[in-house]
T-cell receptor
Framework: AQTVTQSQPEMSVQEAETVTLSCTYD???????LFWYKQPPSRQMILVIR??????QNATENRFSVNFQKAAKSFSLKISDSQLGDTAMYFC?????????????FGGGTRLMVKP | NAGVTQTPKFQVLKTGQSMTLQCAQD?????MSWYRQDPGMGLRLIHY???????DQGEVPNGYNVSRSTTEDFPLRLLSAAPSQTSVYFC??????????FGSGTRLTVV
């Protein structure tokens, strides 16, 4: 079974600064996908960024980028130029395929507060 | 294009009652899943499916049944509600290689 660990329960950052959220995972799979999801107070789950394990290049989406270290099983999220709207819970997630579908395993989350 | 639609948004059940949480998607996604989120925690997988007629159990399947008769719909049945099933339930759908799109959730309270 896969496990996903987010070691920072809470973090804060000043508006316009950069913050990095950590995530480690444990798996014996070689093909998988990693995601960061954002959950604002509305509780809607929003996909932030996606990384395929077979790609060495780190994914980027505007102000969001990842540092994917496959050998270390590490997948951190960097948010640049933080905005007040980035305040939310952030969940790291691991996904693998099997015959019945896609299995998504989540970490426990990091609560991020962006301060003005 | 409504995405993933969950109904109801809120529900209160008495212990022992049964009910079905509805989930529908209009994106022609083959993969669908149900998750529960307890306070201060991440989401945990209940059941998932790769298409009509194919389902499997996730991490926390006890007390829940699913079936998938169409690509669009993936209802979750609570057989005999217990207070431990008080949670927020999310349905989600995806294609094979992309992340899941989530519904807005159902907040269920069992008293």
């Amino acid at each position: 079974a896969q496990t996903v660990t987010q070691s920072q329960p809470e973090m804060s950052v000043q508006e316009a600064e950069t913050v990095t959220l950590s995530c480690t995972y444990d798996t014996s799979e070689s093909n998988y996908y990693l995601f960061w999801y954002k959950q604002p107070p509305s509780r809607q789950m929003i996909l932030v960024i996606r990384q395929e394990a077979y790609k060495q290049q780190n994914a980027t989406e505007n102000r969001f980028s990842v540092n994917f270290q496959k050998a270390a099983k590490s997948f951190s999220l960097k948010i640049s130029d933080s905005q007040l709207g980035d305040t939310a819970m952030y969940f790291c997630a691991f996904m693998k395929h099997n015959n019945a579908g896609n299995m998504l395993t989540f970490g426990g989350g990091t609560r991020l507060m962006v301060k003005p | 294009n409504a995405g993933v639609t969950q109904t109801p948004k809120f529900q209160v059940l008495k212990t022992g009652q049964s009910m079905t949480l509805q989930c529908a998607q209009d994106m022609n996604h083959e993969y669908m899943s149900w998750y529960r989120q307890d306070p201060g925690m991440g989401l945990r997988l209940i059941h998932y499916s790769v298409g009509a007629g194919i389902t499997d159990q996730g991490e926390v399947p006890n007390g829940y049944n699913v079936s998938r008769s169409t690509t669009e719909d993936f209802p979750l049945r609570l057989l005999s509600a217990a207070p431990s099933q008080t949670s927020v339930y999310f349905c989600a759908s995806s294609t094979r290689f992309h992340g899941y799109t989530f519904g807005s959730g159902t907040r269920l309270t069992v008293v």
